[in-house]
């Protein structure tokens, strides 16, 4: 730490008390619901070609607590061989925040941009893991931009209120 560092910069309370500082923190992870079906087994393991993977994403936050949110990330997959469904894999994945001092114009960005930044990583593990389980490979989700498509959807939102507020309804 530099001589002219001050606690306040990392975090820490200033010394005349307030506390200010804009704080995030996980308290917790967990798996929230789990299901993964093989309806086809044993025929699908005689399949001789890759299943076609179809991955959607939910995210969803709520507040639990005086500065604590909860945000779940929800992913659905299907694989698709042929006409057989090779398996079929929900999981939701939350996350416990202890948000503090955070200005409301940064509380969504933070909820459903930066929090499922941080889930996806071991949603994507115990994903990869449950495939793995079922006796396919594992599936290993590319990393995604989930800041990216907040913003997307947000400018998507603001072009339709705009389009409504101008009559054009």
């Known amino acids: 730490m530099a001589e002219n560092d001050t606690f306040a910069e990392f975090g820490e309370p200033a010394a ?52 604590v949110y909860e945000v779940a990330l ?39 941009g930066e929090a499922p930044r941080i889930l996806f990583p071991f949603a994507r593990r115990v994903l990869a893991d449950q495939v793995r389980d079922g006796g396919f490979p594992p599936l290993m989700l590319e990393p995604i931009d989930f800041a990216g498509i907040y913003m997307q959807q947000r400018a998507q939102q603001e072009g339709a209120i705009g389009f409504e507020e101008a009559g054009h309804a």
């Open 74 to 112: 929800k992913i659905e997959v299907r694989a698709q061989a042929g006409e057989q469904v090779a398996f079929i894999v929900d999981l939701t994945y939350a996350g416990l925040f202890a948000l503090r001092n955070i200005p409301q114009e940064a509380l969504d960005p933070f909820l459903l």
């Open 16 to 67: 005349n008390g307030a506390d200010d500082a804009p704080q995030a923190g996980v308290l917790s992870q967990y798996v929230k619901d789990l299901s993964f079906e093989n309806p086809n087994a044993p025929a699908i393991y005689q399949q001789q070609t890759a299943p076609a993977i179809d991955v959607q994403f939910n995210i969803g936050s709520n507040r639990v607590g005086d500065d």
